[in-house]
């Protein structure tokens, strides 16, 4: 009889939750408008090509140094250069449309040609100018523009072409031996947004928990001769497979339409994602536990998933946060399942780098779940 | 059947039922009456198994009533004050999921939705979503939910509330039938008129203690002797008419 009852309650949950419009495209939908953009604004894939920095290059000069100059940048992998005057770069630069604008002034070439063959004299001056808010592009123009501009004057003035004592390689590592590994911003934006999107579902169905209360459907369930053991089971499952849905779909979306690939270990992503999915599950029960009412465990438990999501780096990668940071966001579970989602899917690694981020969210479920069935209000008077 | 036997609950330190004792036989409705706070929830919540008496017992069929998986529980059936339907499903799939909680399942279960169903009148709509549904038709499915187990013991905690009076009559007409085939019905209430014509024995109970339990004609004879024949009036001699808020 127990397993009628605990079946009936995840079918009843499934059906529900699939009947309820705004609930599916909260789950399915959103995440994946949401990832894609922001796969989209933080560099797409790296099998496309490295992202370019864009630039606006005015050539007052006119002569064949600056020319030269030009092209050489123009042909630069780092660069995507649109050539213009100087008022239109600077006013690009000034509304923030472009992140450099280089101006090569009048007599430019001639003036760095003499300057070199006489290692003297005025030099003259290129100018560049940015946007605030991009001081990292500014400094890789600067160092690729100097590249091409002693190249083209060298070249002018009959200098021998100076060449560096050393070769650089560079090379983005991934785990060796996987096939489709390589960064892909679509990978950790799904990841994270699928995160996200699968504690929403959770929490509304802590949340419809509370309403059943509301609604004295709590009363029939509990008149009903099924174990508490049996209740709390088939509320988890029906989290888990509801959370586990919402990110396996925002997940095969981003296979098919990014390109994101499982480039480690498939059975390491799917212990990540139902670790996650569990964890998910008694956060959710935890809201029927210490919720109130549905309207007050809405704003609170919308707020806490949201500085899960954000301290966990499912916003934005955990590296670019401070280091202290980084530390401290090892307590967020969000953070143990956006790592394993990364390291399962782009960086390509194998079943052992999943092993740390599930036991960790097995423990958080475990722990939100304990909490719950300790201020679980079982009683109904 | 059922026998309340001096059952006890507080929640903290409001005593909401005091040593109440009361019976309720087959084939026969008892009226649960009391002003609002008197302790009606709370004592068909402890019978229904939703609460566990500090004290005293429930008894079901001579056997007390203890933990959550208790068999007993099969023989009583809860009707809550509440609409306790999911508006989303259909009546059917409503029904599927309140007779899997009590282990059925196949045949069984469709037999018994069918028979709940054409009990209130509501065959004919098994398939519409509850949220189509007018607010009696509701309420004569929240009854069917807790018939639908074949229990011997309904507890029907105000079933008619907010219903037009032809959904009234169809309850009324359903509870009748009830009886008729031997099941015991407990009904808390605030409509005298509805315990006037259904009740076989009322028992009033204020401040968490019954303070009467006897037929209609008992109460007339023992509360108002000589006076005016009506439960109201019996009602508002035994728990006063000061304000229950």
């Known amino acids: 009889m127990a397993l009628t009852a605990f079946l009936a309650m995840v079918r009843k949950d499934l059906r529900l939750f699939l009947s309820d419009r705004r609930a599916v495209i909260v789950a399915f939908a959103v995440p994946i408008f949401i990832g894609a953009f922001i796969g989209a604004i933080t560099g797409g894939?790296?099998?496309?090509?490295?992202?370019?920095?864009?630039?606006?290059?005015?050539?007052?000069?006119?002569?064949?140094?600056?020319?030269?100059?030009?092209?050489?940048?123009?042909?630069?992998?780092?660069?995507?250069?649109?050539?213009?005057?100087?008022?239109?770069?600077?006013d690009r630069v000034e509304k923030g449309t472009i992140a450099v604008g280089v101006i090569i002034p009048r007599g430019f070439g001639d003036g760095s040609t003499r300057a070199l063959r006489e290692q003297g004299g005025t030099r003259p001056e290129l100018a560049i100018v940015y946007d605030p808010s991009r001081t990292i592009e500014v400094g890789l123009v600067q160092g690729v523009m100097t590249q091409h501009i002693m190249q083209a004057v060298a070249r002018a003035a009959g200098v021998p072409r100076q060449q560096l004592p050393f070769g650089v390689s560079t090379a983005a590592l991934t785990?060796?031996?996987?096939?489709?590994?390589?960064?892909?911003?679509?990978?950790?934006?799904?990841?994270?947004?699928?995160?996200?999107?699968?504690?929403?579902?959770?929490?509304?169905?802590?949340?419809?928990?509370?309403?059943?209360?509301?609604?004295?459907?709590?009363?029939?369930?509990?008149?009903?001769p099924i174990s508490r053991f049996t209740i709390v089971g088939g509320k988890i499952a029906s989290m888990t497979i509801i959370s586990l849905m919402t990110l396996l779909v925002s997940f095969g979306f981003a296979m098919i339409a990014f390109k994101v690939r499982i480039a480690g270990s498939l059975a390491g992503f799917l212990a990540v994602s139902i670790a996650c999915s569990m964890m998910a599950a008694g956060f959710g029960l935890l809201i029927a536990a210490l919720g109130n009412s549905p309207k007050t465990a809405r704003g609170?438990?919308?707020?806490?998933?949201?500085?899960?999501?954000?301290?966990?780096?499912?916003?934005?990668?955990?590296?670019?946060?401070?280091?202290?940071?980084?530390?401290?966001?090892?307590?967020?579970?969000?953070?143990w399942a956006v790592d394993g989602l990364d390291a399962t899917t782009w960086r390509g690694l194998g079943l052992s780098s999943a092993v740390m981020p599930t036991v960790i969210l097995l423990a958080f479920a475990a722990l939100f779940t304990a909490i719950s069935l300790a201020r679980f209000r079982w009683e109904e008077a | 059947m059922l026998e309340v036997r001096n059952v006890r609950k507080s929640f903290g330190s409001l005593v909401a039922v005091d040593d109440v004792s009361f019976a309720v036989e087959p084939g026969k409705l008892t009226g649960l009456l009391g002003p609002n706070g008197a302790g009606k929830t709370t004592t068909v919540s402890m019978i229904a198994g939703?609460?566990?008496?500090?004290?005293?017992?429930?008894?079901?069929?001579?056997?007390?009533?203890?933990?959550?998986?208790?068999?007993l529980k099969r023989k009583i059936g809860l009707v809550p004050q509440d609409l306790a339907l999911y508006d989303e499903l259909s009546a059917r799939d409503n029904l599927r999921y309140f007779g899997a909680l009590y282990g059925l399942s196949g045949q069984a279960l469709e037999r018994a939705m069918h028979a709940a169903l054409t009990l209130v009148g509501l065959a004919d709509r098994a398939?519409?979503?509850?949220?189509?549904?007018?607010?009696?038709?509701?309420?004569?499915?929240?009854?069917?939910?807790?018939?639908?187990?074949?229990?011997?013991?309904?507890?029907?905690?105000?079933?008619?509330?907010?219903?037009?009076?032809?959904?009234?009559?169809?309850?009324?007409?359903?509870?009748?039938?009830?009886?008729?085939?031997?099941?015991?019905?407990?009904?808390?209430?605030?409509?005298?008129?509805?315990?006037?014509?259904?009740?076989?024995?009322?028992?009033?109970?204020?401040?968490?203690?019954?303070?009467?339990?006897?037929?209609?004609?008992?109460?007339?004879?023992?509360?108002?002797?000589?006076?005016?024949?009506?439960?109201?009036?019996?009602?508002?001699?035994?728990?006063?008419r000061s304000l229950r808020d």
Request: hydrophobic share 45%; net charge neutral; no cysteine.
């Open chain 1, 45 to 90: 894939s790296t099998r496309e090509g490295r992202p370019k920095v864009n630039v606006a290059l005015a050539d007052q000069d006119g002569g064949a140094v600056s020319q030269a100059i030009v092209d050489g940048a123009r042909a630069d992998d780092n660069l995507n250069v649109t050539v213009t005057s100087e008022a239109d770069a600077r």
């Open chain 1, 175 to 224: 785990a060796k031996n996987a096939p489709y590994a390589g960064y892909n911003s679509y990978a950790h934006s799904f990841a994270g947004m699928g995160i996200q999107f699968l504690l929403f579902s959770a929490l509304n169905l802590g949340i419809e928990m509370l309403v059943e209360r509301e609604r004295g459907l709590w009363s029939r369930l509990r008149s009903a």
């Open chain 1, 300 to 335: 609170v438990s919308t707020l806490a998933s949201l500085v899960m999501v954000m301290l966990g780096g499912a916003w934005v990668p955990t590296f670019v946060f401070p280091k202290w940071m980084q530390q401290v966001t090892l307590v967020v579970p969000v953070r």
């Open chain 2, 50 to 71: 939703l609460a566990r008496p500090e004290k005293g017992s429930v008894l079901v069929s001579g056997k007390a009533l203890s933990g959550d998986t208790d068999p």
């Open chain 2, 127 to 240: 398939g519409d979503r509850v949220k189509t549904f007018s607010g009696g038709m509701k309420r004569r499915l929240n009854l069917a939910a807790g018939l639908l187990h074949d229990p011997e013991i309904l507890l029907l905690d105000e079933p008619t509330v907010g219903v037009d009076p032809q959904s009234r009559n169809a309850i009324f007409d359903n509870l009748e039938e009830l009886k008729r085939r031997g099941k015991a019905l407990l009904y808390t209430t605030h409509y005298m008129e509805e315990v006037e014509r259904l009740a076989d024995r009322i028992v009033i109970i204020d401040h968490g203690k019954v303070v009467a339990d006897d037929t209609l004609a008992g109460l007339y004879a023992g509360v108002t002797p000589g006076g005016a024949k009506s439960l109201e009036s019996v009602f508002l001699t035994l728990t006063g």
